[in-house]
């Protein structure tokens, strides 16, 4: 009987402890290899002192009484999984709508349980891939487009359907289109532009080291085709507050038109920013 005992609980201790690694080699932010063995030492360690209560209250089971008492372990165990994962799931889906400034439907409970049935997948995409995990990286182009998710979950508050208007169909982040939709609505940033030429607004700030090499491209690009308006977010703050620049470097482009053409925040690098203008001019 010892060693059937032993054969048992070993199968499971290995069990645990394999799982657990697999889980470690997930995680994404390891700063070196001494990281992993670390952890994997510690979860181990974990494992073992369990492996040993186990022993201790199994010391005078049967066979079956030990596999019906590990199967109850792993029961509580998962159960335990579960609600700590539903929890974490549910804050994610809560803190996307903060930071995104979006309000839930009359439909939130319902779907965000559907959700959660679905292992965490969006309920309105057929395929279980990474990029359909709610939220799923289409939300925001739904939301931007059509003013709701498709599932139905995130809407856009009162009013932010109006000012994506003039810009709810270029191909750009919701934030980034935000400001784009801002800046067609305020008179002074409209004033700004020149007829029949680019116009380019560079929204920066001194200390802003990406900034800096965007300001090196567009001297290098510019032409007497192209009107570059710099605006200094800390001399301007009233401007950018009412834009919602909360982000630099931040780059609006007009066509010759005096149209919205694009709009994005951080660095995109030399050629694909002359790829932008010479398109804009087009």
């Known amino acids: 009987m010892g060693d059937v005992k032993g054969k048992i609980l070993k199968e499971a201790f290995i069990g645990d402890v394999n799982r657990g690694i697999e889980e470690i080699k997930k995680i994404e932010d390891f ?53 700590l994962w539903e929890e974490q799931e549910k804050a994610t889906i809560e803190e996307f709508a903060m930071k995104h400034g979006l309000k839930f439907t009359e439909r939130k409970d319902r779907l965000i349980d559907a ?85 380019v607004f560079d929204f920066y700030a001194d200390w802003c080291q990406p900034c800096k090499e965007i300001d090196k491209d567009i001297e290098k690009i510019k032409t007497d085709e192209i009107v570059i308006k710099r605006i200094n977010v800390d001399e301007e703050g009233k401007l ?28 995109l690098g030399e050629e694909q920013l002359r790829d932008v203008i010479r398109k804009a001019g087009g």
Request: a positive charge; glycine letters at 4%; proline letters at 4%.
């Open 240 to 267: 950018s507050d009412k834009l919602n620049i909360d982000a630099i470097p931040f780059v609006a482009v007009f066509n010759r038109k005096g149209m919205p053409f694009t709009a994005f925040t951080g660095y």
């Open 115 to 199: 959700i959660l049935k679905k292992d965490g997948f969006c309920p309105c995409r057929k395929e279980k891939k990474s990029e359909n995990i709610c939220p799923c990286e289409y939300a925001l182009k739904d939301i931007m487009r059509n003013g709701k998710c498709l599932c139905g979950l995130f809407a856009a508050p009162d009013g932010l359907m109006e000012v994506l208007k003039p810009v709810k169909s270029l191909n750009i982040d919701l934030e980034d289109a935000i400001r784009l939709g801002k800046m067609v609505k305020d008179n002074e940033i409209m004033e700004m532009l020149e007829k029949n030429k680019v116009t």
């Open 31 to 83: 700063s070196d290899r001494d990281t992993f063995f670390d952890l994997a030492t510690q979860y181990h360690s974990m494992v073992a002192e369990k492996y040993q209560r186990i022993l201790e209250k199994t010391a005078k089971m049967g066979k079956k009484e030990i596999i019906e008492f590990i199967e109850n372990e792993l029961k509580k165990e998962n159960a335990a999984r579960k609600k």
